[in-house]
Nanobody, 121 residues
Framework: QVQLVESGGGLVQAGGSLRLSCAAS????????MGWYRRAPGKQRELLAA???????NYADSVKGRFTISRDNAKNTVYLQMNSLKPEDTAVYYC???????????????WGQGTRVTVSS
């Protein structure tokens, strides 16, 4: 089994910054793509950013230029640096990892429980 735990959420004023972290633990053979998603009340889950094991990234238009995704492969951790936050960014943020556990030859998607981000106006 692979577990993901997000941290770093909280309350911030518009224009401020937050740094989210997501650490993977368990019996892991490898982690391929890692990503960040969010879901606001009444809205569908949205892919914000993703990063491959080699460091290639992609971003949603809504956060491009404001958010930066990175990862530390040695720590099995992915980060999301969020700058110039807007009230529209208020949501629960989730990380995911496409990982292969040591007990399997297949890659499975894993999800964290989420961390809440509230941006005040």
């Amino acid at each position: 089994q692979v577990q993901l735990v997000e941290s770093g959420g909280g309350l911030v004023q518009a224009g401020g910054s937050l740094r989210l972290s997501c650490a993977a633990s368990g019996s892991i053979f490898s982690i391929n793509r890692m990503g960040w998603y969010r879901r606001a009340p009444g809205k569908q889950r949205e892919l914000l950013a993703a990063i491959t094991s080699g460091g290639s990234t992609n971003y949603a238009d809504s956060v491009k230029g404001r958010f930066t995704i990175s990862r530390d492969n040695a720590k099995n951790t992915v980060y999301l640096q969020m700058n110039s936050l807007k009230p529209e960014d208020t949501a629960v943020y989730y990380c995911n990892a496409d990982a292969q556990p040591r007990s399997s030859s297949q890659v499975y998607p894993y999800w964290g429980q989420g961390t809440r981000v509230t941006v005040s106006s």
